[in-house]
T-cell receptor
Framework: GQQLNQSPQSMFIQEGEDVSMNCTSSSIFNTWLWYKQDPGEGPVLLIA?????ELTSNGRLTAQFGITRKDSFLNISASIPSDVGIYFCAGQHFYGGATNKLIFGTGTLLAVQP | DSGVTQTPKHLITATGQRVTLRCSPRSGDLSVYWYQQSLDQGLQFLIQ???????AKGNILERFSAQQFPDLHSELNLSSLELGDSALYFC??????????????FGPGTRLTVT
């Protein structure tokens, strides 16, 4: 199945550090979404991006929709232990009137050392 | 809590058997999506229903089928189960049909183990 390239694959950081991860695609998307997943749980929506160049924040999280529409970035500032989890990007094509499938990235595992 | 519910949480069954996974979307959401998550394939789209009709298909096996009922809940039927079907199965919903609603909200998932 199709997956988007997401990097880094994993990150081990100290509490208080900033984190950056990105997602790239060979095709253009209309929407980029970022999710966080805890073990055994469902993905939780963090940020949704709708326009090329858009920069959106949700608390300590900031995400950007790349100008080319083929990439997206997520930054987490001043990480805390509860930021631990797997972060997924997802690209979406939107076709007239009904949303379409999400194509997910390979995921970034984030570990935060207190 | 996303508002999307899935039952059962866990399911253990034998090869060759058939199971049904159930999903109730968020109140007011018309679209339901099913995804499969496995270690080797990641999160993969299976199928989408919109207001009772099939809208999009992904890499769904012929042994798998789904439907969405008039009350908008959905069921995913998996038959002739194989060991490789062991995975987490997620349901997601979205308002779909609104120009400003592209987000999908995920349920807690059903962990299927085929022995």
């Amino acid at each position: 199945g199709q997956q988007l390239n997401q990097s880094p694959q994993s990150m081990f950081i100290q509490e208080g550090e900033d984190v950056s991860m990105n997602c790239t695609s060979s095709s253009i998307f209309n929407t980029w979404l970022w999710y966080k997943q805890d073990p055994g749980e469902g993905p939780v929506l963090l940020i949704a991006l709708y326009k090329a160049g858009e920069l959106t924040s949700n608390g300590r999280l900031t995400a950007q929709f790349g100008i080319t529409r083929k990439d997206s970035f997520l930054n987490i500032s001043a990480s805390i232990p509860s930021d631990v989890g797997i972060y997924f990007c997802a690209g979406q094509h939107f076709y007239g009137g009904a949303t379409n499938k999400l194509i997910f990235g390979t995921g970034t595992l984030l570990a935060v050392q207190p | 809590d996303s508002g999307v519910t899935q039952t059962p949480k866990h399911l253990i069954t034998a090869t060759g058997q058939r199971v049904t996974l159930r999903c109730s979307p968020r109140s007011g959401d018309l679209s339901v999506y099913w995804y499969q998550q496995s270690l080797d394939q990641g999160l993969q789209f299976l199928i989408q229903y919109y207001n009772g009709e099939e809208r999009a298909k992904g890499n769904i096996l012929e042994r798998f089928s789904a439907q969405q009922f008039p009350d908008l809940h959905s069921e995913l039927n998996l038959s002739s189960l194989e060991l490789g079907d062991s995975a987490l199965y997620f349901c997601a919903s979205s308002p779909a049909g609104s120009d400003f609603s592209y987000e999908q909200y995920f349920g807690p998932g059903t962990r299927l183990t085929v022995t």
